[in-house]
């Protein structure tokens, strides 16, 4: 390739949103890469590179002849290196000679959430911690209520043949579900209540009898929400708005309190109603936000109770599974979807899931057929 064309491929590449590029042609490989502000790039990777800190500008006056500062002719390696504002990744398989992630006409879920790779919280593995994620829906991130979205192959996981779009789409919301039943180190032979009927309350349930827990009971004040909570598999449920929650958990556990509560309902009431019904040594996982995000606690409770808390935000390594569980039949996911929306009535969907919340659980929107 010509030192011209190199540097105007350097150029259009740097003022786009990749951070990788590569290109082949009559045996010459072009390579850019960026890693901590410094964009590498290598002609040829077949000959050995050594990192030098050039701009483009640097590379043009060495192939007119000129030396670069700091260096002699015979320094400037094969590769040399850009600074440049190079973002975003596109990776269509793990490695170069691996299967690749997904392929056209492939039907998938989408793992929202697209991070820098580099922090300290992507490189341990927590990567849902990531400080500089882009998460779609999240301001100033636009969602994805539209026919066509461009998202980073490895984030598309592959549906098999037997889950269906309706449920590829609700992998998101189970996905937290069986985040917080992990974190809450959910296992055969638990007593477990889930405090919260709503969308995440029941995935939630619903992770938990996929890990095994014995007995999972539901708090709502919603008729309609633990009806459905019954209908997907909850052991029991509680009415908060007409019975004592604390007793009642008592009764149902004799006497001894749950080994693991899930509160998703966000509200100060659950949330210290979740700390009088554990027993000595529980653990609780908090999912839901509180309005105000603030709550006031009976902490002496829970020191006497010497409880553990855990807590949830979004998830990590979790979609496979979570696709899994449904393909095997561990969770019934369609079953939670109450109302089902066409792309055109986005708006109306909205307020009806606002105004309605006794009647609706989970309302989808339908992109075609």
């Known amino acids: 390739m010509e030192m011209e064309k190199m540097i105007e491929l350097i150029d259009a590449v740097s003022k786009s949103d990749l951070t990788g590029f590569k290109y082949e042609e009559e045996g010459i490989k072009l390579h850019l890469s960026k890693r901590e502000n410094t964009c590498y790039v290598t002609e ?14 640097e590379i043009k006056k060495a192939a007119e002849g000129d030396q670069i500062s700091g260096t002699s002719a015979e320094e400037i ?13 596109f ?4 490695a170069e000679d691996a299967e690749s992630f997904v392929k056209v006409g492939d039907r998938v879920a989408l793992e929202p959430g697209k ?13 849902n911690l990531c400080p500089d994620v882009e998460f779609f829906a999240t ?9 066509y979205v461009a998202h980073e192959a490895g984030l598309c996981f592959k549906l098999p043949d037997n889950v269906s779009t309706l449920e590829g789409a609700l992998i998101e919301p189970l996905a ?6 992990i974190q809450g180190d959910a296992h055969l032979g638990q007593k477990a209540v889930v405090m919260g009927a709503g969308c995440i309350g029941l995935v939630s349930m619903m992770a938990l009898k996929a890990r095994g827990v014995t007995e999972v009971y539901v708090v709502d004040i919603m008729e309609k929400r633990l009806e459905k909570a019954l209908e997907l598999g909850a052991t029991g449920v509680i009415n908060g708005a007409k019975e004592d929650v604390a007793a009642r958990i008592k009764e149902l556990t004799a006497g001894k309190g749950a080994d693991l509560v899930i509160e998703t309902a ?25 309005k105000t995000g603030e709550v006031t606690l009976p902490m002496s409770i829970a020191l006497d109770k010497e409880l553990t808390f855990k807590t949830v935000f979004r998830y990590r390594h979790i979609y496979p599974m979570a696709i899994d569980a449904v393909a ?5 996911l369609k079953g939670i979807v109450t109302d089902i929306f066409d792309l055109d009535d986005v708006q109306k969907a909205m307020d009806y899931s606002i105004h309605n919340k006794a009647e609706i659980v989970k309302g989808v929107i339908k992109i075609h057929g």
């Open 91 to 94: 990776y269509a398989a793990p």
């Open 77 to 89: 390696p094969v590769g040399n290196v850009v600074e440049s504002p190079l973002v975003g990744t």
């Open 266 to 290: 966000g509200s100060e009431i659950t949330t210290r109603q979740a700390i009088q019904i554990t027993k000595k040594g529980a653990t609780i996982v908090l999912v839901g936000y509180s």
């Open 115 to 127: 991070t820098c790779g580099h922090c300290e919280f992507c490189k341990e593995g927590k990567y």
């Open 328 to 332: 095997s039949g561990k969770v019934n």
């Open 176 to 181: 937290v579900g069986f985040h917080a039943a």
């Open 139 to 147: 301001p100033p991130v636009d969602g994805v209520f539209q026919e």
């Open 44 to 57: 040829n990777l077949s000959a050995p590179v050594n990192a030098v800190t050039t701009s483009a500008a």
